[in-house]
């Protein structure tokens, strides 16, 4: 039996146990980074994150990150406090204080804050928000190349009129539910249905699937509004790769000619397989295309966001 593997498995770096951590405008030592037990984050999953990536000092992507973050603390009334150039700056410190300006993610984390009563009520958290970055030395494990194995899972996704999936909440329960399901079913992660049974995503990353040359991904309704997503349709259209976003069932999964996820965490990830049947031929000409152009829509990016700040 393979190893069980995870789309956000990162090579081995002791650093990682020595980091510095932002902790409300503080940089504390992993050890000692702690929020209260009060903290609505802790309490109700009453928050909101980023995952960003920092390649040669800049943060890629920034803006469409701060746009989907900000978008979302707007729509539960969390007022973030802050300015997007004072998490850039924040985050550029935490960088700085651990040494690093590229193979780093940081996981950007904004609560309503500590609360007066371990209650519901949003009210109560009177001392909001908290906000923490932890940024870790970060290179995707090479293990990842031989691709992830999925399996379907009864979990789905939800409405956007109970809890939008767009939002990337601090309450993943959902997808974590997913999660134990693909794994409980001898898999990675947990390919998620729509309410409809049409294929939508995986409980941490987009999914793609290749045929005939097309790259067909769901129609976005129900799924994380994916940056990488985003940037993948962008680059399919930008290089005349046929690309739709459109219902597919699993049918038409199993019998795709390639399949890969997206994240900002390891960018386009390889799906060796679903539910137990082989993806292909075990090539993935047009992934890897793709790969190669996302490389240098990153590295042309990040080089724009860098002049544009000189
Ligand atoms: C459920 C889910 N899907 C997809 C993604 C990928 O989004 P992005 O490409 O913006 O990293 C994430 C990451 O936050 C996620 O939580």
Redesign the pocket.
């Known amino acids: 039996m393979m190893d069980r593997q995870t789309t956000h498995a990162a090579e081995e770096d002791p650093r990682n146990e020595q980091l510095l951590i932002h902790v409300n405008g503080q940089l504390v030592p992993k050890d000692e980074a702690v929020v209260s037990v009060y903290d609505s984050g802790f309490m109700l999953g009453d928050g909101m994150?980023?995952?960003m990536r920092l390649y040669d000092g800049e943060w890629a992507f920034f803006d469409?990150?701060m746009d989907?973050l900000f978008q979302s603390c707007k729509a539960v009334a969390l007022n973030i406090g802050l300015s997007r150039d004072d998490i850039r700056a924040l985050l550029d410190d935490t960088a700085r204080a651990n040494g690093m300006t590229g193979d780093a993610h940081c996981r950007l984390m904004i609560t309503r804050g500590r609360k007066a009563k371990p209650f519901q009520h949003p009210s109560l958290s009177k001392w909001g928000p908290t906000i923490v970055a932890i940024v870790e030395h970060s290179v995707p494990a090479s293990g990842l190349a031989k691709g992830i194995r999925l399996a379907s899972v009864p979990q789905v996704r939800g409405l956007p009129h109970a809890q939008d999936?767009k939002f990337?909440s601090h309450s993943?329960l959902n997808?974590v539910i997913a999660c134990l399901q693909a794994e409980a079913a001898g898999a990675d992660e947990g390919l998620m249905l729509d309410p409809h049974g049409f294929v939508n995503?995986?409980?941490?990353?987009?999914f793609f699937i290749v045929r005939d040359g097309e790259v067909w991904t769901s129609t976005g309704d129900y799924?994380?509004?994916?940056?990488?997503?985003?940037?993948v349709i962008r680059i399919c259209r930008a290089n005349g790769i046929p690309v739709k976003e459109k219902n597919f069932s699993l049918y038409e999964a199993y019998g795709a000619d390639e399949a890969f996820l997206?994240?900002?965490?390891g960018a386009q990830t390889r799906v060796a397989s679903i539910d137990g049947k082989d993806i292909g031929d075990g090539t993935c000409p047009v992934t890897e295309r793709i790969r190669a152009l996302y490389k240098d829509l990153v590295a042309r990016t990040v080089a724009e966001q860098k002049a544009a700040r000189q």
């Open positions: 994150w980023e995952g469409a990150h989907r999936p990337n993943k997808c995503t995986t409980n941490a990353c987009n799924c994380m509004n994916g940056v990488t997503r985003a940037n997206t994240g900002t965490f």
